[in-house]
């Protein structure tokens, strides 16, 4: 008679458990090197099991009462009745102004006559007088006519965006635009990339129709082996966003030709994760691999 694992008698609670702990672990150092305290943490928790108790799990035909919202969350009652009226509503929060130079960027991605075949940005003549439309004078004339291309130009040497070669041609060298540390902007993305990606996974395991989520994940490679995986998840990567951008740009350009049809809203990410093997590395031969699914 086979064995029975440990793992199959677990409790599913303790399964659950251990899930939440390895996802907030990575949330919790972001918030204590931030200067983010317990209290205030604890106090947006109580806040957020309300908001989403009272918005998701109403009755058909039933007011939802703080006794339920209560009942559903464990938030003492005298809790709920003061925070119900102050949760602020997640859908009215708009994002910050995107910065000029993340949509200078992604309008040299999303056009096709500004990319090579593999969608990878081509350079571009400094002028207009030398490059016509396919110049980095025109393409920030068609993002803003507010800022001179000069001075767009002169800050991306600064940080390093971009690079004039020998013909007098701009050409990006990171391929996308990343804002400074404690940014706004950069700030935003963390939580709309975190979000959408967990609310992928939530749709999925609360029975959804499935959406995109798949990864490639080994255990026990040397170094030098996932530094050539890394290299190799980033061009792929980049190209699968690329086609996408170009894709989903063509659609928003149609969209403003006629008014679209159940309007919604859409993420796609890639993203490659690498740490140390706990305690110990595992031999060569004897990989732990597996391509999650929805």
């Not at 800050?155 to 706004?184: C, S």
Request: proline fraction near 6%; charged fraction near 30%.
């Amino acid at each position: 008679m086979p064995e029975v694992k440990d793992t199959e008698k677990r409790d599913p609670s303790h399964t659950w458990s251990d899930s939440f702990r390895r996802i907030l672990r990575p949330l919790v150092r972001v918030m204590l090197a931030r200067g983010l305290h317990y209290p205030a943490i604890a106090e947006m928790l109580k806040s957020l099991f309300i908001e989403v108790a009272d918005k998701e799990f109403k009755l058909d035909n039933k007011r939802q009462t703080d006794s339920r919202v209560s009942l559903l969350t464990g938030v003492h009652r005298k809790d709920v009745k003061r925070l119900r009226r102050v949760t602020p509503d997640e859908s009215a929060q708009a994002a910050p102004q995107v910065s000029l130079g993340a949509q200078i960027i992604a309008a040299w991605n999303a056009n096709p006559a500004l990319v090579d075949e593999e969608g990878v940005p081509l350079p571009l003549a400094r002028f207009a007088q030398d490059g016509g439309e396919r110049s980095f004078e025109a393409l920030v004339k068609t993002v803003s006519t507010d800022i001179h291309p000069r001075a767009v130009l002169d800050e991306w040497l600064r940080r390093g965006v971009a690079k004039i070669n020998e013909h007098n041609q701009v050409y990006l060298i990171t391929e996308a635009f990343i804002p400074d540390a404690g940014d706004e902007e950069k700030i935003f993305y963390f939580g709309h990339d975190l979000h959408d990606h967990a609310a992928a996974s939530a749709h999925n395991i609360l029975g959804g129709t499935p959406m995109l989520e798949r990864c490639v994940h080994y255990d026990g490679l040397d170094a030098e082996a996932i530094a050539k995986i890394r290299e190799l998840a980033t061009r792929h990567g980049m190209r699968a966003l690329r086609a996408i951008n170009i894709r989903a740009a063509e659609a928003l350009n149609q969209g403003r030709e006629r008014a679209p049809v159940n309007p919604a809203r859409m993420t796609f990410g890639v993203y490659f994760y690498e740490e140390p093997r706990q305690g110990g590395a595992t031999a060569p031969d004897t990989p732990d691999s597996k391509e999650a699914q929805p």
